[in-house]
């Protein structure tokens, strides 16, 4: 056997989960398919709940410099605004290559084998290990897989199980403002019920630079036109630089995200599905960097307790209660007709603030 776990994805699921298996001492192998370290990818935001998970692996806070302190809610229309108020840090803008690098780098300190540059091009789930092919590189073997792929779901079947998706489609689109990284302090604008039935959108600026991100049902078009209307409407009140349209080679468009709590199972033969592969994404925020990190992290104190069991299989299968005993509020879309919600946001302080601790920390509403 050439490792004890191996893991597919060096996105941060599967290096959070490298980082907890090579600290707790286990032979890990980890292969993305990107090469490291990853290329810019922009301005994001993460939840709080992300320092005390890189602090688990043992990486640098210091990807975490930029706490979000400035937040808007906005109507559709742009009309309304309100500014909850926070008791503690909702979240962190970051820097995504330096963050996702930083993970990496703790999975490699921690003695993971990081195989960069390469595909996995299918898996088998054997009696007695799991393998690994690829086009142009030799098979590895392990005792278990982790599958943490992200939103392809190309292997999800290979390891018997079933993915169900959603139904929003994400386009994203980043670029400079001009603004000196130093002087610009960050703001985040979340504008709600941007479709009727349930999209968003986000604004958010720090470092110098300013991403826009709709989420709305529909079809890839209906997000890419959505964005497009959205950033025209922000640069008209003002709240983004003039201009600012999605350029086709800046935009990301991304299909509906699979839901965790909609598929029956995480657990195939010596294996376990995490991350975005497993649906691991809030339902009202489309945050996805934290729960990924946090499905790993379960899955990581699960795969210790197989790796010493006889029954390894057994302990395995306890991965489906214990992420949806720990994480399930957390996903869950909030239990609220949103059309009779939202304007409540901006006339009613409380309201606002209870969204924001929703949005940011996947409290219930
Ligand atoms: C443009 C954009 C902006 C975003 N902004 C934010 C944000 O600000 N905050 C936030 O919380 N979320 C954000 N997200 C979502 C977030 O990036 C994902 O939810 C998160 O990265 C999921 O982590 P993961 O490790 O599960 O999957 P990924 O990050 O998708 O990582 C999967 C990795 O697996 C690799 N891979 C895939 N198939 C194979 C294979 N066959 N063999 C080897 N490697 C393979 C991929 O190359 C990738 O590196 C954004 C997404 C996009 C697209």
Known sequence: MDYDVLIVGSGPAGSTAAALLAKAGHRVAMVGSQPF?????????????????LESLGASRAVLNRPIADITFLSADLAKAASPR????PGYFIDRAAFENALIESATSAGAHAIHGATVTDVSLREKNVEA??????PIQGRILLLANGRSSALVGRIGLTATSGRCWAAYFC??????????????????????DGGYGLALSAAGQLTVAVSVPGTRAD???????????LAEGERIPAGVDPQPDRLVIVPPP???????????KHALLIGEAGGFVAALSNEGVVPAMWSASIAAKVVTSALKSPQSQDKLMTFDTRWR??????????????????????????????MAAAFFRGDSI
């Not at 990818?41 to 992300?50: F, L, Y």
């Not at 092919?133 to 030799?138: G, L, N, P, Q, S």
């Not at 670029?175 to 009727?196: F, W």
């Open 133 to 138: 092919r690829f086009r142009d590189r030799d």
């Open 325 to 354: 005993l720990e994480m399930a509020e957390y996903l869950r879309s909030p239990n609220t007709d949103m059309q009779f919600l939202v304007p409540l946001i901006f006339s009613n302080q409380p309201m606002a603030d209870r």
């Open 258 to 268: 699979l839901n965790a709590l909609e598929m029956e199972t995480h657990v195939g």
């Open 175 to 196: 670029t400079p403002t001009g603004t000196p990284p130093a002087r610009d302090k960050g703001k985040i604008s979340i504008i709600l019920g941007l479709t009727r």
């Open 86 to 89: 926070t008791r503690e840090t």
């Open 223 to 233: 997000a890419v036109s959505r964005l497009t209307r959205l950033c025209a409407s």
């Open 37 to 53: 370290p990853c290329k810019p990818a922009g301005i994001g935001w993460v939840g709080a709940q992300a320092a005390p998970l």
